[in-house]
T-cell receptor, first 113, second 109 residues
Framework: DAGVIQSPRHEVTEMGQEVTLRCKPI?????LFWYRQTMMRGLELLIY????????DSGMPEDRFSAKMPNASFSTLKIQPSEPRDSAVYFC???????????FGPGTRLTVL | KNEVEQSPQNLTAQEGEFITINCSYS?????LHWLQQHPGGGIVSLFM???GKKKHGRLIATINIQEKHSSLHITASHPRDSAVYIC???????????FGEGTQLTVNP
């Protein structure tokens, strides 16, 4: 199994630009999580989906952030417009609902200049 | 006050030493996780616990539900154990993980 796949691995962009992060969960997993990690705040859950449906998006910082899961094998996290304070590592993780063990992707390191 | 607190924040040890990292939480939980994040950034789930003790190689994780406390032990530590160790809990009210701030472990040869 390839594990959770994220792309791109690194993204450098300018303030105001749109950024789209992509995630392919492990095949068969039906929960998907988007996390953000910064030095100041550590790991934070942004949003998670069960069976492609957003369950809890209370961690999404503001309206500039949006996430979609159009099918069981793909999710996107979009930031529009991006700001320097959005610079962080964004992790995607997947699991089986109720199993509890989450498998993390390698992360996308985002730098907004 | 954080719902999940870890101690110590930073730990430096010599190769071969026995290491203990502690995690205390203040909410009801259905399970507790120990995660490892290597300097390259990748995150690996080490254990998921809801009671008792689990062992995997040189790693041992224990949890005391009554005291709301968990420990991660590393026996015969090695420089490759150097990483950030993160405690996280599933609250009984939902399935999202709540994270501690992590413990930075450095094992010197």
């Amino acid at each position: 199994d390839a594990g959770v796949i994220q792309s791109p691995r690194h993204e450098v962009t300018e303030m105001g630009q749109e950024v789209t992060l992509r995630c392919k969960p492990i095949s068969g997993h039906n929960s998907l999580f988007w996390y953000r990690q910064t030095m100041m705040r550590g790991l934070e859950l942004l949003i998670y989906f069960n069976n492609n449906v957003p369950i809890d998006d209370s961690g999404m910082p503001e309206d500039r952030f949006s996430a979609k899961m159009p099918n069981a094998s793909f999710s996107t996290l979009k930031i529009q417009p991006s700001e320097p304070r959005d610079s962080a590592v964004y992790f995607c993780a997947s699991s089986l609902v109720g199993q509890g063990v989450e498998f993390f992707g390698p992360g996308t390191r985002l730098t907004v200049l | 006050k954080n719902e999940v607190e870890q101690s110590p924040q930073n730990l430096t040890a010599q190769e071969g030493e026995f290491i203990t990292i502690n995690c205390s939480y203040s909410v009801g939980i259905s399970a507790l996780h120990w995660l490892q994040q290597h300097p390259g950034g990748g995150i690996v789930s080490l254990f998921m616990l809801s009671s008792g003790k689990k062992k995997h190689g040189r790693l041992i994780a224990t949890i005391n539900i009554q005291e709301k406390h968990s420990s991660l032990h590393i026996t015969a530590s090695h420089p490759r154990d150097s990483a950030v160790y993160i405690c996280a809990v599933h609250k009984t009210s939902g399935s999202r993980l709540t994270f501690g701030e992590g413990t930075q472990l450095t094992v010197n040869p």
